[in-house]
């Protein structure tokens, strides 16, 4: 029964998408955020026959570019390599999976690829100016992961992904969910592929499993196989933690504690409860801002974030956990930057609002692409997108999840079924990356109710509700008319 309820899961999915391509004002549908641990077993199935099949048949594989280049504009950061491309092999498992995939489609293609490098925050303004000005430098762009494209979208400043030719976006190298997320009005201006699979990281809890030894509580693992990891499990677990150590009567970074995070980290649990605030339908947008039931999950996180054994940071920063005076923390960097860790943690996803939500949701970020409007031949540009993203299906995907990831950042097995289980419940939530109210992005509308500690939602929707479902309702329709 399990196993023909996630085949209809998954096929709804499909119909979804297929939505998208067809009519808008046949019906409306309303995508599920989540997969089940069973389909994802269906779907690696399907994978690997997919991998034994000629993985670039939606490509022309005669054509020949001349050894022309194919520059992908992307972001200059100490972190989070897209590892677009690759001088040479050097012993880098990423590295070399990314030489070895160009190297392929540079030969077969006779085409030379390269990047170009600037600030996060110039990517919209150099898409402008390309645009602007004709110049046809860039093929591609490979943004940071928060980065808000509502500015080109409305303007019309990159390419339908659906009209591009030789792309295939139902195949197992593209993100399913963000294909649902960004399709706008029959057109889909964002998409998500292998191409940048080591980027496309996730909101995630660490638990210190020595701490959890010295406390005598069990491993969260069995939680979350019977489907019992809940927000308040989490809030058992961190109860009485809290440790002042220096006896100063404040709560300080020098004291332990049992969850360390921030405030947006606590605010990502409404994602993963399958409550995003804004989805897309087939014929607009679909908001969800203010019901009882979103009012009782406020609460939730509301109790979560002011618990005495909670520390919430101002900014990212993970030293006390890091330091072993934290039980667990929520996690959204650069996973290499766990390779320090001295001490045995558990990789888990964010916990279910309770046991009757049907699966673990994990709102992803990173990995989003758009074809900028000034890119001068679309049908070469689609060609080398489909085979570069076929090829990193073949290469990259599993340098970063079986070498890379798994013997390199995870401790123990358990761990690496939690990652495998978040990785195929990958959720891209539309209103991250497509905001034109600039209040769900950050999730603003949510954080503002936990730093005051008030969390009145309906005062929320009646200061800012009906403005950001009017700025989306604007957003659709210009585009519809487009």
């Known amino acids: 029964?399990?196993?023909?309820?996630?085949?209809?899961?998954?096929?709804?999915?499909?119909?979804?998408?297929?939505?998208?391509?067809?009519?808008?004002?046949?019906?409306?549908?309303?995508?599920?955020?989540?997969?089940?641990?069973?389909?994802?077993?269906?779907?690696?199935?399907?994978?690997?026959?997919?991998?034994?099949?000629?993985?670039?048949?939606?490509?022309?594989?005669?054509?020949?570019?001349?050894g022309g280049t194919f520059t992908i504009l992307t972001y200059d950061a100490a972190t989070w390599n897209v590892y677009l491309t690759a001088e040479s092999e050097t012993g880098s498992l990423l590295n070399d999976a990314a030489f070895r995939r160009n190297a392929e489609i540079e030969e077969m293609l006779k085409v030379k690829i390269e990047e170009v490098k600037f600030a996060q925050t110039q990517l919209i303004s150099k898409i402008q100016a390309a645009n602007s000005s004709g110049d046809g430098t860039y093929d591609l762009v490979c943004f940071w992961a928060t980065t808000n494209l509502a500015t080109?979208?409305?303007?019309?400043?990159?390419?339908?992904?659906?009209?591009?030719?030789?792309?295939?976006?139902?195949?197992?190298?593209?993100?399913?969910?963000?294909?649902?997320?960004?399709?706008?009005?029959?057109k889909q201006y964002i998409a998500v592929s292998d191409l940048t699979y080591p980027v496309q990281q996730h909101f995630r809890y660490l638990c210190n499993l020595d701490m959890l030894d010295?406390?005598?509580?069990?491993?969260?693992?069995?939680?979350?196989?019977?489907?019992?990891?809940?927000?308040?499990?989490?809030?058992?677990?961190?109860?009485?933690?809290?440790?002042?150590?220096?006896?100063?009567?404040?709560?300080?970074?020098s004291d332990t504690y049992g969850l360390v995070t921030t405030v947006n980290g606590t605010s990502r649990l409404i994602n993963n409860w399958d409550e995003s605030p804004v989805r897309t339908g087939t014929d607009g947008f679909i908001f969800n801002l203010n019901s009882d039931r979103l009012q009782s999950m406020v609460e939730k996180m509301n109790a979560l974030q002011h618990s005495p054994d909670t520390y919430t940071q101002e900014g990212v920063n993970y030293t006390i956990f890091n330091s072993g005076r934290a039980l667990f923390e929520v996690y959204s960097s650069d996973p290499d930057d766990l390779r320090g860790i001295t001490f045995r943690y558990a990789y888990l996803p964010y916990p279910k609002?309770?046991?009757?939500?049907?699966?673990?949701?994990?709102?992803?970020?990173?990995?989003?692409?758009?074809?900028?409007?000034?890119?001068?031949?679309?049908?070469?540009?689609?060609?080398?997108?489909?085979?570069?993203?076929a090829a990193s299906y073949l290469h990259v995907k599993d340098a970063f999840i079986e070498t890379y990831?798994?013997?390199?950042?995870l401790r123990d097995a358990d761990s690496v079924r939690m990652y495998r289980l978040m990785r195929d419940t990958a959720y891209f939530d539309v209103a991250r990356y497509v905001d034109p109210s600039s209040k769900l992005s950050g999730l603003g509308y949510y954080t503002d109710l936990l730093k005051s500690g008030e969390p009145n939602l309906q005062r929320a929707y009646n200061a800012n509700g009906k403005n950001i479902e009017k700025k989306f309702n604007e957003l659709w329709n210009s585009l519809k008319g487009s």
């Open 214 to 253: 010295s406390l005598k509580l069990p491993y969260p693992y069995a939680l979350v196989d019977s489907g019992d990891w809940t927000i308040d499990k989490l809030m058992e677990y961190i109860k009485n933690v809290y440790i002042d150590e220096n006896n100063d009567g404040v709560k300080d970074a």
């Open 1 to 66: 029964m399990k196993k023909t309820i996630a085949l209809l899961l998954a096929l709804a999915a499909l119909v979804a998408f297929a939505a998208c391509a067809s009519n808008p004002a046949d019906q409306q549908t309303e995508p599920s955020g989540s997969g089940s641990a069973e389909a994802s077993a269906t779907e690696s199935q399907t994978a690997e026959e997919t991998k034994a099949a000629d993985p670039f048949r939606n490509i022309d594989k005669t054509a020949n570019y001349g």
């Open 405 to 409: 990831f798994n013997n390199r950042i």
């Open 353 to 389: 609002y309770d046991e009757n939500q049907k699966d673990y949701i994990t709102v992803t970020h990173g990995g989003i692409m758009a074809v900028p409007m000034s890119c001068p031949d679309l049908d070469r540009a689609g060609n080398i997108i489909e085979a570069m993203s």
């Open 152 to 186: 080109l979208i409305t303007t019309n400043a990159v390419e339908d992904w659906r009209k591009l030719p030789f792309v295939n976006l139902e195949e197992p190298w593209y993100n399913q969910s963000a294909n649902t997320a960004f399709c706008f009005a029959r």
